[in-house]
């Protein structure tokens, strides 16, 4: 069964960054799109960014490009959030995503960003 497990959340200060994994099992990861999502609090759910099966090609929100960074390690079954210059309204839970037949979601990881 598809499982996907975010880590790497935390509290920081405006501007600096932090790094999300997520670690993908029970389905071939290499051959799959991968997307990163948030939910800040008391909003909807949005998308934040997706990267292609081989890593090639990347898009992203208006609101974090430039900011934000996803990659993902095929041989290691994980896709990565880079998260720099990062702003109060990051503050969010961070969820990876993957559509293998229907959306799959992971637990999230609470991202704070604070001074």
């Known amino acids: 069964q598809v499982q996907l497990v975010e880590s790497g959340g935390g509290l920081v200060q405006p501007g600096e960054s932090l790094r999300l994994s997520c670690a993908a099992s029970g389905f071939t990861f290499s051959t799959y799109a991968m997307g990163w999502y948030r939910q800040p609090p008391g909003k909807q759910r949005e998308w934040v960014a997706k990267i292609s099966t081989s890593g090639g090609l990347t898009t992203y929100a208006a609101s974090v490009k430039g900011r934000f960074t996803i990659s993902r390690d095929n041989a290691k079954n994980t896709v990565y959030l880079q998260m720099n210059s990062l702003k109060r309204e990051d503050t969010a839970v961070y969820y990876c995503?993957?559509?293998?037949?229907?959306?799959?979601w992971g637990q999230g990881t609470q991202v704070a960003i604070s001074s």
């Open positions: 995503n993957a559509f293998v037949g229907t959306d799959h």
